[in-house]
Structure formats: C-alpha cells, structure tokens
C-alpha cells in the first residue's frame, strides 16, 4: 500500500475550485485592518480576530520596528539555550500583573502553547476531560500526552459532573475548555464548571485566546466571572487582541516553572522573536490604558447581532463579537461565501470537522475599528446575498 495514495485520491479542493466555490488560501495584498485587498479589489474584512483593531496602531507598529533595531529579526535558539530576551522576561512579568496571577510563560505560537503547556501536564496517570468544541490545538495538545483523554457533549456540564464522578481517586484530574468558544462566539459557564471540578478534585485549565481583549475589562473569562483565583492556568494568544504572534500561560508559580522545564514545544522551539515581543508589549500598554477599545468592539458586537436577528439570519447563541452564520448545508454554505466576496465582504466559511456534520457556517467576526457605515454596508451585502442564496 502507498502511504501517498491518499493524496493523489484527495479531490474536495479541485471539485470545490471546478465549481467556482473555493474560498480558502485568499491572498491578502494590502491592508488597513478593517479593509484588505484581494484580487485586486477592496473588501470589508468579517473575518478577521484583530478585536481591539489594533493591528496598524501607530504605538504598536513603532515598538516592533524598534525591537528589530535593537535585537535583530530573530534569536536562532529556544529559550532554554539562547533565545531568552530580557523583553521576554518583563512581557512574562506584566502579563502575570494584568491576569492577576503568579507567573507566566510566553510561547512562540498560540498552537505550541496549548500542545506543550497540556502534554507537559498530562502523564501517564493523569486524566484530561474536555469540551467536544474545544480548539483543535486542545485536542493536540491532550493527544501529546501520555493521559487517558475524556470529552464530554458542548457545554453539557452534568455530562461532565457524571464523567468527573467515574474517574478514580487515585488519578489526576485536568478538566480543558474555551472561554469562548471560537466558531460559536458562546461563553463558557465558568461559575457552574467550577464548582463541579473543585467537587472533583479536578484542575481547571481554560483557553481564553477568544477573551483576552474582550471579556472581564479584557483580562479573560475567569475575570469577567470574578473567579481569577479559581481557574488553574489560564491560556492565551497575542494573534487575536494583541496584534502579533504568540502565546502565552498564567498561573501558579511552580505550575508555570514545571510547565517551562517540560513543555517540548516550548523547550524546542525558536523563541519569540522581539518584534513580535514588543508588540504584545504595546498592546498591553493600550488595553491597560485605553478601555475605549473593549467598549468600543462591544458596541459594534451589539449592533451587529441585531441586526443579523431582524433580518432573519440564525445566528445560535453568540454572547460575543464571533457572530455566526449557520447555513447547515456545505454547498449553500460556500455559495452565501462567494456572493458576499464578490460584492465586497469577506467571511470564514467553516464546515466539518472544524463544526460538526451538517452545521455548516460563515464565521464573522468584529473589531472596535469598524465604522457604523462598515457595518451597515455589510448588513445591507447580507440581506441581499442571503435572499439571492435562500438562507434567509
């Protein structure tokens, strides 16, 4: 049997692109944040995680071109050998300051933080319980390690109780969730979620890559619930509110130390290189200063999910600026997507695996950055794509 065979069978992508309904691997040309070029031609970004807009802030852009003055492009080593700035020190250090925790430890990518940080933790005794619409870089991360691997039913917390309540004593327990949920914009019930784990005995470790920037005054879902303290280790991304690349863990300071001598991908990997660095930086000093931003994206979310709503469009049970567009259908899913493109909106299309079988939506999304006139012209493109494509 040839191991390759499955590639050359593999034709999704050619029948999609013979159909004239590929959306995926546009090539952006230009952007302003809010806007991008592709093809030649301006579009309305809906699709990107650039929540406090903060991508093109004169602050941020001036810190990470100055970073590359002093520090260079890269340090061509992990941080356990020779990677390790002191600008990744104060970043670790303000972080824990801002999350109202111990410690933290920056990783190089939002990806590598959930795989190394989750097998680090998960050995051969361990149990790790998860969400079933957990991100795909959790589920990564809980196969990395050597852990007996658990899920339970989206947001089904008595599930969970029973699950929790089979596993024996004499394991370790670590319970993984989103804060919010990526395609579906809902948020987690942390209140309930931790008052059954502490019933358990188990360790609570939640995803906040979709929350930092937006819930609790930015800080995350633990703050927006007022249980900082109650959450283990909290995890987060600086490709989505802060405008760079990377990710990051908080928590207890023996947890984030064990995390930093065990993480492989944490310990073999290229540091994160000080542009990047110095523009997390930048971002926080902005969200720790101007709340105008989170007020500002909140205000947007509002007038978006109503809209959506008058018009007819289901879109579940958002709480939070990704408002999507469930179509169900794959097909009228992709043929919604082009009809928007080609009249200046850009969407996510998302279909299985990423959301279950027959759960097929557009994934929008807003930043603080979109003008009222922005998001009015994308409710009007929608109301007329969705009445020529049947969704609405």
């Known amino acids: ?30 952007t302003d944040g809010t806007e991008v070029v592709m093809n030649g031609r301006k579009v309305l970004m809906l699709g990107s995680n650039n929540y406090l ?14 970073a590359i003055d002093t520090f260079g492009t890269s340090c061509t080593g992990s941080r356990l050998i020779n990677g390790t700035m002191s600008i990744h020190v104060e970043l ?6 801002f999350m109202g925790r111990e410690s933290a430890l920056v990783f190089s990518t939002g990806m590598q933080t959930n ?35 658990k899920r339970f039913m989206h947001g089904d917390l008595e599930q969970l109780d029973r699950i929790l309540g089979k596993i024996p004593e004499d394991k370790g327990v670590l319970v993984v969730v989103d804060g919010v949920f990526s395609m579906g914009g809902d948020i987690v019930d942390l209140p309930s979620l931790v008052k059954i784990c502490k019933a358990h005995g188990a360790r609570i470790y939640v995803d906040d890559a979709h929350s930092i920037g937006v819930l609790g005054k930015g800080r995350g879902t633990a703050a927006h619930f007022g249980l900082v303290k109650d959450v283990d280790i909290t995890m987060g991304t600086f490709s989505k509110s802060f405008a760079s690349l990377g990710g990051f863990i908080v928590g207890d300071e ?7 001598h065990h993480a492989r991908s944490f310990i073999f990997s290229a540091s994160l290189p000080a542009s990047n660095v110095m523009a997390a930086m930048a971002a926080l000093d902005i969200m720790e200063n101007e709340p105008e931003h989170v007020e500002r994206l909140w205000e947007n979310a509002r007038l978006m999910m109503k809209g959506y709503r008058d018009l007819g469009f289901d879109i579940g049970g958002t709480q939070t600026p990704i408002i999507p567009i469930i179509v169900k259908d794959d097909e009228k899913c992709f043929r919604l997507w082009k009809e928007l493109y080609e009249n200046g909106v850009y969407t996510n299309p998302v279909i299985a695996p990423a959301v279950p079988e027959g759960m097929a939506l557009l994934r929008t999304s807003y930043m603080a950055s979109h003008t009222r006139e922005q998001l009015q012209r994308a409710l009007d493109v929608f109301e007329r794509a969705g009445k020529k494509t049947g969704v609405i």
Request: proline letters at 2%; aromatic letters at 8%.
């Open 92 to 97: 670790e250090r303000r972080l824990a300051a």
């Open 1 to 30: 049997m040839d191991i390759l065979k499955k590639c050359s069978e593999f034709d999704r992508d050619k029948k999609a692109m013979e159909a004239g309904l590929y959306p995926f691997f546009q090539a952006l040309e230009s």
């Open 115 to 149: 795989l190394g940080a989750i097998s680090a933790l998960i050995g051969r005794n361990d149990v790790v319980v998860t969400d079933k619409e957990d991100h795909a870089s959790i589920v990564d991360g809980c196969r990395l390690g050597f852990g007996e691997m």
């Open 254 to 260: 023996d947890v984030i130390n064990y995390i930093k």
């Open 53 to 66: 807009g903060l991508t093109f802030h004169p602050k941020i852009r001036k810190a990470a071109q100055e």
